[in-house]
């Protein structure tokens, strides 16, 4: 049998097996959805101490209506520590407010380079002096700007959330809930609240689409795939994995810290609500550098994320429209149109499950934001590719395989 011969029949096994495995990834993450969120949880019995650890630097339009978020949440026993790197960061203003403003609330603010009382000073407000904050332990500026209110956290349960969150009053009540007996860590499935503006319309289409396909599908079948936008953690089992600190020369944080967990035999669990994002400052470029971002991070920590383009909507089309053709005779192009269109009817059904309900945007705009999405995904993967370097933050990082990281530092 010719070369030629045998390498066509193995791209149209491979083709098949594709079709296979992405549909499996479809039909799963459809009906987790459907069975598992946005479902009424009973009150926690024993509510266990919580301490929320909140990363701040800057303020965009949404930050105020965030935060205050986490005020007003009903759990019974928890504290906000709000972690600011830079005394003069806008933000520290946010949280001075917010601390007058529910004094009955447990919270506390770090700010970095300021060894004085920082709230105290505001007539408003009669909170104890603020520690100090902003704690270089390594290249992440995450875990930098945490490690106080890490340090000073009072609770055997660590809530890290990011900024731009949204929480409900129950909110904290679900994660808690789900945080049984042997379980080290809850996390919550990233979604995007509802905004307005065609940025706003395809970040919410990715995160209840291609996002949440692979997230979900990756944990069903016992693979640990974590964000570490809003994540619920046993405090002594990271003290056992050397600590906030251990976790420092890493980018990806998140990966490595669920990692962790996971090595000392703790299992995961998904939250029933998702991790609602609802930043105010976002637009088509930020969100294509972020997820080429991503990109570079799954790039260097896994090896298998090469293949991660013919899991894509159109390239995978291809693939399987030319297996199809090569085994059953099939028209080629009727076959990828067809499949198309499955897979864009599979992921509006999706994104209504991962809503909660219809999306706030017609289905014209969801049919052109998919589009658009599907079609920057193999120049995302590329670009990703093409320039190892990470920009994050305030400052630049090169990574190295493994998934540690350095700091490129201007001359």
């Known amino acids: 049998m010719a070369l030629a011969e045998i390498a066509m029949q193995g791209l149209a096994v491979f083709g098949l097996l594709l079709f296979a495995v992405l549909w499996l990834m479809h039909f799963m993450s459809i009906i987790y959805v459907r069975l598992h969120l946005h479902k009424k949880r009973s009150e926690v019995k024993q509510p266990a101490g919580v301490s929320l650890l909140k990363p701040l630097k800057g303020v965009d339009p949404n930050l105020v209506s965030n935060l205050e978020t986490f005020f007003t949440m009903d759990y019974p026993k928890y ?39 920082c709230v105290g000073s505001v007539a408003a407000c009669s909170r104890p002096p603020c ?9 992440n500026p995450k875990i930098n700007n945490l490690m106080p209110g890490y340090e000073g956290a009072k609770y055997g349960l660590v809530w890290i959330c990011d900024s731009g969150i949204r929480v409900t009053a129950d909110t904290l009540t679900d994660m808690a809930g ?5 379980v080290g860590l809850v996390h919550g499935l990233p979604y995007v609240a509802d905004r307005q503006g065609f940025a706003a319309t395809l970040e919410q289409v990715y995160f209840g689409t291609s996002h949440p396909r692979s997230y979900i599908s990756a944990n069903v079948m016992g693979i640990k795939c974590v964000t570490g936008m809003s994540c619920l953690m046993r405090k002594d089992v990271l003290d056992q994995a050397g600590g906030l600190v251990a976790f420092a020369q890493y980018i990806a944080e998140d990966y490595f810290m669920a990692k962790a967990i996971a090595d000392r035999g ?13 930043s105010g400052s976002y637009s088509i470029g930020q969100f294509q550098s972020r997820l080429i971002r991503w990109t570079k991070l799954r790039i260097n920590m896994l090896p298998g994320t ?34 198309c269109l499955a897979w864009f009817i599979a992921d509006y059904i999706q994104l209504t499950g991962v809503q ?19 079609s920057m995904a193999v120049q995302i ?17 090169r990574l190295r395989c493994g998934g540690t990281a350095e700091e490129i530092l201007d001359v």
Not at 91 to 113: E, H, I, M, Q, T
Not at 272 to 278: E, M
Request: glycine share 6%; with cysteine; proline share 5%.
């Open 178 to 182: 789900r945080m049984t007996e042997k």
């Open 131 to 139: 520690p100090a904050g902003g704690k270089k332990v390594g290249i």
């Open 306 to 339: 090469v293949l991660e383009p013919v899991s894509e909507c159109f390239l995978a089309s291809l693939i399987i429209g030319w297996a199809a053709h090569y085994v059953f005779r099939w028209d080629m192009m009727v076959f990828f149109m067809c499949h």
């Open 356 to 374: 909660g309900g219809p999306p706030s945007f017609s289905k014209l705009d969801f049919a052109v934001a998919w589009f658009i999405r599907e």
């Open 381 to 397: 993967f590329l670009s990703a590719l093409w320039d190892p370097t990470i920009s994050w933050r305030t400052g630049r990082y």
């Open 79 to 117: 504290e906000v520590l709000m972690c600011v790197q830079d005394a003069d960061d806008p933000a520290v203003d946010v949280c001075k407010k917010l601390l007058a403003k529910y004094p009955n609330v447990d919270a506390r603010l770090f700010v970095g380079k300021l060894s004085q009382t």
């Open 266 to 278: 703790w299992k995961f669990s998904m939250a029933t609500q998702v991790a609602l994002q609802n």
